[in-house]
Structures are given as structure tokens and as C-alpha cells.
T-cell receptor, first 116, second 113 residues
Framework: DAGVIQSPRHEVTEMGQEVTLRCKPI?????LFWYRQTMMRGLELLIY????????DSGMPEDRFSAKMPNASFSTLKIQPSEPRDSAVYFC??????????????FGPGTRLTVL | DAKTTQPTSMDCAEGRAANLPCNHS???????VYWYRQIHSQGPQYIIH???NNETNEMASLIITEDRKSSTLILPHATLRDTAVYYC??????????????FGQGTILTVHP
């Protein structure tokens, strides 16, 4: 299995531009998570989906951030407009099933976003 | 979910056992202890988890005290590739928080030659 795939791996953009990050979960996994990691705040959960439905988006920082999961094999995280404080590494993770307490998440390699 | 406390950093000699402690004194009966690690510039990686019994897999062992208020992750023969940030996470089982992980600051483990 190829694992969780994220693209692009690096993104440099200017303030005000739209940024779209992409994630392909492991085949057969039905939950998907988006995280953001910065030096100041560490790893933060932004939003997660179960069976393509958003379950908890309380970690999404503001309306500039949106996430979609149109099907079981693809998700996007969009920032519009982007700001320098959005610079971070964004991770996507997936897991299979909801077996209580025994589920484990598999993380992608991350997208390093720099907003100038 | 219960809060965890870990040392900020630890050192270990290559080939020796690395013992990483975690305090979770407010853990509830239905909460599991999970360990993940993050090697520099990579995504976090699952290591092991447990409820009340000690657990072992090909990567590590997890020792949970009888009162479940603390645990220790053991890497039996640390290598340079084990240098990473190690996260101890306690999470409630089931409910609307299924799958949700809350990462703290973790322990920076440095393995020396």
C-alpha cells in the first residue's frame, strides 16, 4: 500500500492567494483527519471526516479555511485568502473503522506551506 | 480526554534501552494510552497502545502501572533512527471523539552513538 498521499509536498505562495492542499487516504480507510503543525502551537487537529461526512471542524481556525471530502479516496483543504500566519506543515491522516480505542491513524508526509 | 505530562527531553546511548515515562494521573477507566512518534520532517507514526495490560509489539513495549496513572514506553535497543519526538496520548474510547488525537509537546529523545 502506498500509504497516505499528500500533494503538493511544498507550497510557496503570496499573501491573498488561494491555496489547495490535497490528500488521498489509504484505500479502505473511512476516516480522514487534517492537522496543522507549527513551532508555536505544535500539532493541532483542524477537522475530521467519517464516511466522507465532516464530524468535527471545531479546530478550523476561521472562515478562510474549508475542507471537503467528495469521495472516499480524496480530500482537500483550502485556504482563501492565505495569510503569512498560515505558514505551517499540514498533515493528513486516515484510519480504518471505529473499533473503540483500538483505531490507529496513519499519517501522510505533510505539505509544507509558506505564505509570503 | 485526560491530560498527560512528559519530560521535555531525554538522551539514550545507542544499543541501550530507552525508557520514556508519561504521567496521566486523571485517566478514566475507558481511556486508552497511545504512543506516537515523529521523526524530523515526517508525519507522526503509531507505535503502540494499551488499556490496562502491558503490551509489546515489534517496535516497543508499553508498561502501564496498576493504578493506570502512569506508563512507560520502552525501546529495548535504541538506534540512531529512533531519535524523534515521542507523544503520549490518552483518549476516551468511542463516542463522538473516536479517532481524535490531541497531541501535547512530547519528549524529544536523542539517541547518541
Amino acid at each position: 500500500d502506498a500509504g497516505v498521499i499528500q500533494s503538493p509536498r511544498h507550497e510557496v505562495t503570496e499573501m491573498g492567494q488561494e491555496v489547495t492542499l490535497r490528500c488521498k487516504p489509504i484505500s479502505g480507510h473511512n476516516s480522514l483527519f487534517w492537522y496543522r503543525q507549527t513551532m508555536m502551537r505544535g500539532l493541532e487537529l483542524l477537522i475530521y471526516f467519517n464516511n466522507n461526512v465532516p464530524i468535527d471542524d471545531s479546530g478550523m481556525p476561521e472562515d478562510r479555511f474549508s475542507a471537503k471530502m467528495p469521495n472516499a479516496s480524496f480530500s482537500t483543504l483550502k485556504i482563501q485568502p492565505s495569510e503569512p500566519r498560515d505558514s505551517a506543515v499540514y498533515f493528513c491522516a486516515s484510519l480504518h473503522g471505529f473499533r473503540t480505542g483500538t483505531d490507529t491513524q496513519y499519517f501522510g508526509p505533510g505539505t509544507r506551506l509558506t505564505v509570503l | 480526554d485526560a491530560k498527560t505530562t512528559q519530560p521535555t527531553s531525554m538522551d539514550c546511548a545507542e544499543g541501550r534501552a530507552a525508557n520514556l515515562p508519561c504521567n496521566h494521573s486523571t485517566i478514566s477507566g475507558n481511556e486508552y494510552v497511545y504512543w506516537y512518534r515523529q521523526i524530523h520532517s515526517q508525519g507522526p507514526q503509531y507505535i503502540i497502545h494499551g488499556l490496562k495490560n502491558n503490551e509489546t509489539n515489534e517496535m516497543a513495549s508499553l508498561i502501564i502501572t496498576e493504578d493506570r496513572k502512569s506508563s512507560t514506553l520502552i525501546l529495548p535497543h535504541a538506534t540512531l533512527r529512533d531519535t524523534a519526538v515521542y507523544y503520549c496520548i490518552v483518549r476516551v474510547a468511542g463516542g463522538t471523539s473516536y479517532g481524535k488525537l490531541t497531541f501535547g509537546q512530547g519528549t524529544i529523545l536523542t539517541v547518541h552513538p
